[in-house]
């Protein structure tokens, strides 16, 4: 059964650095979602993306966060200058429309120090 | 803003047992899902209902949505150990942002 893979499944970065989430999703999907969740809180949404570009973004997307799709399979989500309070599992979502079943990829811990 | 609550928020049962959870949430939406989460792993969609449905079924799990209420529900029958998780609803605002709960979390002991 296809999934959606995401990589790395942990990634330990000094607090100020950049880092890159990776998520390959399910083929014939056209809409991606990233979703964090702080360890013991619920997942949150962080933004929807379709055709090449965002199609909403909650109130944590700020400015230090984007997304893009640079070559058509992988989806990312670049954290520029991370802070103690992004450490959390982010979640890489696909759907094959806007309103059908999200599925979720298995996580990247992100530990920020 | 729009939120899926879950309860109860925390639910111990006996291997067999029927375990039902609730959600509830406060604006209007396309559809509703359910999601298990086990601990520090990913999120496992169970089932959609859509905003036009009632009630839906997939193996052992039965959801309900009353629209009117703005609630749904999710039971298990005959549950068994390996059901022990978190459950989450999650919910759309008819747009592109969606909302989990806080979660249900299921202790089934066998």
């Known amino acids: 059964e296809p999934e959606v893979t995401q990589t790395p499944s942990h990634q330990v970065t000094q607090m100020g650095q950049e880092v890159i989430l990776r998520c390959v999703p399910i083929?014939?999907?056209?809409?991606f979602y990233w979703y964090r969740q702080i360890l013991g809180q619920k997942v949150e949404f962080l933004v929807s993306?379709?055709?090449?570009?965002?199609?909403?973004k909650s109130e944590i997307f700020d400015d230090q966060f984007s997304v893009e799709r640079p070559d058509g399979s992988n989806f990312t989500l670049k954290i520029r200058s991370t802070k103690l309070e992004d450490s959390a599992m982010y979640f890489c979502a696909t759907a094959l429309q806007g309103d059908y079943e999200q599925y979720f990829g298995p996580g990247t811990r992100l530990t920020v120090t | 803003s729009q939120q899926g609550e879950e309860d109860p928020q925390a639910l111990s049962i006996q291997e067999g047992e029927n375990a039902t959870m609730n959600c509830s949430y406060k604006t209007s939406i396309n559809n509703l899902q359910w999601y298990r989460q086990n601990s520090g792993r990913g999120l496992v969609h169970l089932i959609l209902i859509r905003s036009n449905e009632r009630e839906k079924h997939s193996g052992r799990l039965r959801v309900t949505l009353d629209t009117s209420k703005k609630s749904s529900s999710l039971l298990i029958t005959a549950s068994r150990a390996a059901d022990t998780a978190s459950y989450f609803c999650a919910t759309d605002d008819r747009g592109n942002q969606f909302y989990f709960g806080t979660g249900t979390s299921l202790t089934v002991i066998p």
């Open positions: 083929s014939n999907h056209l809409y």
């Open positions: 993306f379709y055709n090449n570009e965002i199609s909403e």
